[in-house]
């Protein structure tokens, strides 16, 4: 059979599933991608708020994408369009003294001459393995024990890379890889809330405190790629990220692939050989594939459309072992007007604002998180969308998207009777740091990560498809001997965050997931 | 004119046992003590008339058997006991016993879970495997992966073949098992929270790390190795106390015509033309040796010792960073008779283990939070011994001694230094937590040394009282121990090398380190190598 007659289907129309696709149409296969949501991207994408207002979905910002795979898509000519790129990070405390992050430089909150360079120092040792970590992402990791010529050659130049980064950049490497933000951010520098800062970006999503091992992984992780090549900067997306949804559905139908949306799939279906014939939709449609590409998550794929009898057992144990805890919320609120930030000037308004004033702050609040309680102060990235992008709020309004970390998926006393009590603690906490937000709020409504998991149907509502720590890291992710993209049972792939190089918007995983079954499949 | 080959700062186990191999080989060595007794952290005292205390280190941890044959420490005195497994408490009333026979362990987990007495099946197996990969790198030189000294990469290549020999699954088990945290590995294999309780206090003993802190699973291997070492002598108690290592491996360096000099605490290392050429005592003494070594903890050695004009910035910015931390205290009780465990019934051969008064891993990740907060645990977890059942020697016919070791204590506390108040406080919360399972255990206490990080720290000279002399975390281990360009045992000025638990493989009564230390030192020097590998067994 050749590609021209091989038929694909690709499970989720999320970005990386997308992207997958896309290549794979591009490349000459016949390719079907089937949606349970009726819109596409995902966690990406624009979402109701009320009748008038709109907001960016679960994603809000754009942060170290992989800009290769936008050019390739040509996604700027299908309708991507930035409504601001290289935000500053404005880092609020109570006090209202803010601090402002731009690149490697830092103001605000009495930093000093010597704090500066220090913040400098530390940027710019970090982006150098943060730089290492890139150059393993955007090819498929290698599997260890094998014999293959190009997983030994592949392995050998991962060794060989981190030696041409010189002597102390490889003990860096060695030294920082497996350890936590907190103690090297205390190696570094000794103001409080810009240590507060720079751990909050490590935490965020993570099942972690600044002083778990492996947050400098999820550090480096966020420092990598990046809009216009600048390292972790952050950009929004015209019409509340959907414009970055509508150009990936436009390149995708431009390469020839056929999109169903609110078309939920059940199972896959085999023959009796474990040999892949197709998908049945949950309507109870069926769809003739010779490969199938899964979006979705790893246990969601191997659970749900595979079912564990068809698996192994040491397959199901270590699927199901993958730690998926999701612990960020996500915070909407319309406001009649805009809000006022203390110590925040009003062009600030339109950056990254955090709010992260320590990182013992960070770790008490993960204390609660740990055993399934809510601190009531919580580390909040709060943007306003509406000031870049003035079609999402009537005149004069504006909409306020927050992704609140520390809100666990299991809550100990349920989440039934509590999910109005966290979103009035997290407006009232807003409040105090905006005093008069309440009273401006239209309407609000805020996604527990059981909400997420609902919505998106993603395990747990772990946004990152799987946490990233070094165990599930790499050749380890999702599961070992799985992170090639493909999996135990033939023409099964993956290509979603829950693979090799993890979650963010960068559709590498989808990329390196095409290449995998182009070079397999044809 | 040196009178001396070399001189060993510190009498610790490690210091005695780099200093007797190189005694061994011929060199006129001096070891100089700060007390007015040897042993360091392994050391037998009498504090309260009639007893003997392990008052710092109170059981053998892997201590090598290489070196205890081949130091022939048996003839020295040294005879180490096994002792019988572990035993936690459960707050309902039951106890989970450990034993050293595994289908006695199984049937003991059946009774808590029977999945779970499955999965100890596949967890013993898995982790004799990572015990048997890791056993012959302790006492091997760890290569210096940014080197291209033939020798490192020789090693290097031979660590990578033994690696990829372990085939592809293994291996990546390895890498998970040294990534992970105590409580989600064993969440992959056990439900039952006493069970995993259990067995995860050895994943944070000594540590300031909770058991849900990654880079905690792999600690359990100190628990399995001694399993898998099979020889006596890895795991047990020195008859006499752990003062006993530390005279047997005197006597050994002894025979060597080895000389100890103590109350001779070092006050600097004299460096000339950037070579180490002697140290100079508290009391002014000269003494002259071409080669130093330093037993003590890096923090000790490079910030106290040596003039800090001497030292490269960098190497002093290395050690300010390099992380030790207190976080244990420890109880020693001398008492009136045996305290009785209702729970556990008269005469269970298990009196004789390690007893654990917490039963579950948020007990344990709480208390570790009160460390974090700089507060001792309130419900802390104690590893409690009583080592009279197994060596009577220990008290007067009829009483008893008890080791009580606790996580977490830190080495100063929210409120500030450790006042007589806190350590009266600190002792109590653990008094009264064992005085919870044994009702007739507070009316038996003759004495009780109640020692905090600090104490541990001014006794002993360990830096914040860690008794590894430096976390044991992957940044910190193999050819990072003590930092990148350091873990061969060379110091930063020629002559000067390091010994102690800082260096690799790490803390425990191994003395491990001492004799990889004395290999490269014989090596600089051009002698034979007399340092035993270790044995392979597989």
Redesign the interface.
Known sequence: MTKKNKKIAVVGAGHNALVCATYLAKAGFSVDVFESRSQVGGMIGKRKLGEEYSVPGAAHLLSHVDESVFKKLNLKKHGLEYSAQDLKTVSLNRDGNALIIDGDEVDGDDITMKEKKEFKELNKRMVKLAGFLESTYGKKPP????DDRGDMFSLASLGLNA?MMG?DS??DL??????NIY?VLN?FTDHNHLKGTLAFDAILGNHMGP????SVITYLHQLTGGANGKNGSHSMVSDGTGSFTKSLEEAAKKAGVNIHLNASVKSISFTDDLEITGLTLKNGDAFDADIIVSGIDPRSTFNCLVGPKKLEAGVV?KVN?V?MRGNAAKLHLALSSKPKFKGISEDQLGQRIVYSPSMEYL??TF?FN??GQISDDLPMEITIPSIHDKTLAPKGHHVLSAIVNYVPYHLKEGWENSKSRVLDQCINQLDGLAPGLKGLVVQSELLTPADIEEEYGITGGQWHHGEL???QFL??RPV??MAQYSSPISSLYMCGAGSHPGGGIMGTAGKNAAMEIMKRES | MSKYDAIVIGAGHNGLCNAAYLAKSGLKVLVLEKNDYIGGAAVSRELEEGWLYSNCSYVCSLLRPEIYRDLNLQKHGLQVIAYGGSVTFTKKGDIFGGYSDHDLSRREIGRYSKKDADAYVRFSRDISKQCRFIKPLLMRTPPD??SFKPKDLNELIWLFKRL?G????????T??FY??SVA?YL??YFENDVVKAALSGSGIIGTG?GP????TAYVLLHHYMGEVDGSIGSWGFARGGMGSVSNALAGAFQEHDGEIMTNAEVKQILVKNGRSVGVVLENGDELYAKNIVSNLDVKRTYLKLFEHGDLDEKIINQVE?F?IRGSSGKLNIALDGLPEFPAMGKNNPLMHADMHFIDSL?RI??AF?DW??GRWSADPYCDTLIPTLTDPTMAPPGKHYMSVFVQYAPPKLATGEWTDKDREGFGKTVIDQIGEYSPNFKDLIVHAEIRSPQDIENEVGLTEGNIFQGEL???QMF??RP???YSQFRGPVKGFYMCGSSTHPGGGVMAAPGANAAREILFDLKRENIVPEAENDD
């Open positions: 599997r260890l024990g094998s030696r002597a490889m003990s060695l030294k920082f890889i497996a350890v103690d190696e002083r778990t091992n492996n144990h072992n730690r770790e008490r204390d740990k055993y720590t070094f165990d050749m380890l070992p001997k | 992966p940014t990829y372990l085939g592809e699954e293994t291996i990546y088990e890498i998970r990534t992970m989600e969440e992959e790390l849900y802190s990654p880079g960073n992380k948020e990740e709480r939070d974090k907060n975390t992957m940044d050819f990072n930092f990148p360009g």
